[in-house]
């Protein structure tokens, strides 16, 4: 079972770069979501989505990009990477059908020098 | 504004002990709560959730105690295993937003011989 995968699962940008982070999942969850894990400050929301065509910030979502055209797949985009967003990336899905519990994938560690 | 806070960033027990592992969070609207495992260079793993409508949860070694007069969760695992060795993070979402979740700054517990 594939369940949520993300790629790249390593990159390293230069300052001003840009790129896109791929999330897709074979579950038929409706609900998808970013986050992002920094030390000592849990996991937070950048954006999220809660069908295909719709999406919406989260706490963190400046600097990102964000676009919902299926509902298997989620990708994030930095326009122009800082320093300031090196972090491991997680993408997660859920269902409310299934208990609203998040699905992660198994990150994605972005280094921008 | 951190709404869901694990005030013990480590946690340290012996094999066969129970763990327990607390959660606060400031919010009221929170009517779910989930509680994720992690192990290093993996993306987090649900162990067990806990709806506003209860105040106990079990699933195995794991059970979720919630007291919503405190806004407290906390989580037991008895006993405790090697394998458990791990971050925890505790996560909160109100109903109007099923599918965001605010999580904590987690627990890294360790489980000693």
């Known amino acids: 079972n594939a369940g949520v995968t993300q790629t790249p699962k390593f990159q390293v940008l230069k300052t001003g770069q840009s790129m896109t982070l791929q999330c897709a999942q074979d579950?038929?969850?409706?609900?998808m979501s970013w986050y992002r894990q920094d030390p000592g400050m849990g996991l937070r929301l950048i954006h999220y989505s809660v069908g295909a065509g719709i999406t919406d910030q989260g706490e963190v979502p400046n600097g990102y990009n964000v676009s919902r055209s299926t509902t298997e797949d989620f990708p994030l985009r930095l326009l122009s990477a800082a320093p300031s967003q090196t972090s491991v990336y997680f993408c997660?899905?859920?269902?409310?059908?299934?208990?609203?519990?998040?699905?992660f994938g198994e990150g994605s560690r972005l280094t921008v020098l | 504004d951190q709404q869901v806070k694990q005030n013990s960033p480590s946690l340290s027990v012996q094999e066969g002990r129970i763990s327990i592992l607390n959660c606060d969070y400031t919010?009221?609207?929170?009517?779910?709560f989930l509680w994720y495992k992690k192990y290093p260079a993996e993306g987090p793993t649900f162990l067990i959730s806990?709806?506003?409508?209860?105040d106990k949860n079990e699933d195995g070694r794991f059970t979720v105690f919630l007291n919503k007069s405190a806004k407290h969760l906390s989580l037991h695992i008895v006993p405790s295993q090697p394998g458990d060795s791990a971050v925890y993070f505790c996560?909160?979402?109100?109903?109007?937003?099923?599918?965001?979740?605010?999580f904590g700054a987690g627990t890294q517990v360790v489980v000693t011989p």
């Open positions: 997660a899905s859920s269902s409310q059908n299934l208990n609203r519990a998040l699905f």
């Open positions: 919010n009221s609207m929170f009517d779910y």
């Open positions: 579950m038929n969850h409706e609900y």
């Open positions: 996560a909160a979402s109100a109903g109007d937003s099923w599918g965001k979740f605010q």
């Open positions: 806990i709806s506003s409508i209860k």
